[in-house]
């Protein structure tokens, strides 16, 4: 099975800084990667997918990118509205693995 | 606009059966392989199941293998997750996803409200 390990689990940020949170994972995915943010009481929402490709109505103040096995989720300029829980999920073979997430907390 | 709203969770003894259902709307139903993935109590995300278009092909992890199948009526536009067997640990908000592109095992893009299984005596 495929292993991702996600960092940091928790942050706390301001809103003028660039968040980012990265998914390591344990072999090579080919860009088999996306991101969901899930609110308290919520379902989760697809954020990016292919590693790098924005999802419909989702701001483009978050971006992905990937350096070797390593996948980053970038917020630019956070709004309050993005705190929430972060997901990173591997679909290039099964079984799928997610992240163990990341809390985000607007400050 | 998509809509996949599950029902049937609720609390079930240890090693009773249940069963989820999942009715879509606002897409062709037919043309997404579809899934269900779990999230315990204050835990993360946990895939439980894929199934193919047609149903002919199902995936599951080590986990639910043996214990839990899904199906799918293309006709009915629902999906369905028959769980046997449960255990405590099965215990979680059950959602229902629909996979992004027509046709391809690939990502989330779209999820029910959840149902939530509880398994207790």
């Known amino acids: 099975d495929i292993q991702m390990t996600q960092s940091p689990a928790s942050l706390s940020a301001s809103l003028e800084e660039i968040v980012t949170i990265t998914c390591k994972a344990s072999?090579?995915?080919?860009?088999?990667l996306s991101w969901y943010q899930q609110k308290p009481g919520k379902s989760p929402q697809l954020l990016i997918y292919?590693?790098?490709s924005l999802a419909d109505g989702v701001p483009s103040r978050f971006s992905g990118s990937r350096s070797g096995t390593q996948y980053s989720l970038k917020i630019s300029r956070p709004q309050v509205d993005d705190s929430g829980i972060y997901y990173c999920?591997?679909?290039?073979?099964?079984?799928?693995?997610f992240g163990a997430g990341t809390k985000l907390e607007l400050k | 606009e998509v809509q996949l709203v599950e029902s049937g969770g609720g609390l079930v003894q240890p090693g009773r059966s249940l069963k989820l259902s999942c009715a879509a709307s606002?897409?062709?139903?037919?043309?997404?392989?579809m899934a269900w993935v779990r999230q315990a109590p204050k835990k993360g995300l946990e895939w439980v199941a894929t199934?193919?278009?047609?149903?002919?092909?199902?995936y599951y992890p080590d986990s639910v293998k043996g214990r839990f199948t899904i199906s799918r009526d293309n006709a009915k536009s629902s999906l369905y997750l028959q769980m046997n067997s449960l255990k405590s640990e099965d215990t979680a908000t059950y959602y229902c996803?629909?996979?992004?592109?027509?046709?391809?095992?690939?990502?989330?893009?779209?999820w029910g409200q959840g149902t939530l299984v509880t398994v207790s005596s």
């Open positions: 606002g897409f062709t139903f037919s043309n997404y392989y």
């Open positions: 292919d590693a790098t």
């Open positions: 999920l591997q679909s290039y073979s099964t079984p799928y693995t």
């Open positions: 199934i193919s278009t047609s149903g002919s092909r199902t």
């Open positions: 996803a629909r996979h992004g592109r027509p046709g391809q095992l690939d990502w989330f893009a779209y």
């Open positions: 072999q090579g995915i080919d860009d088999y």
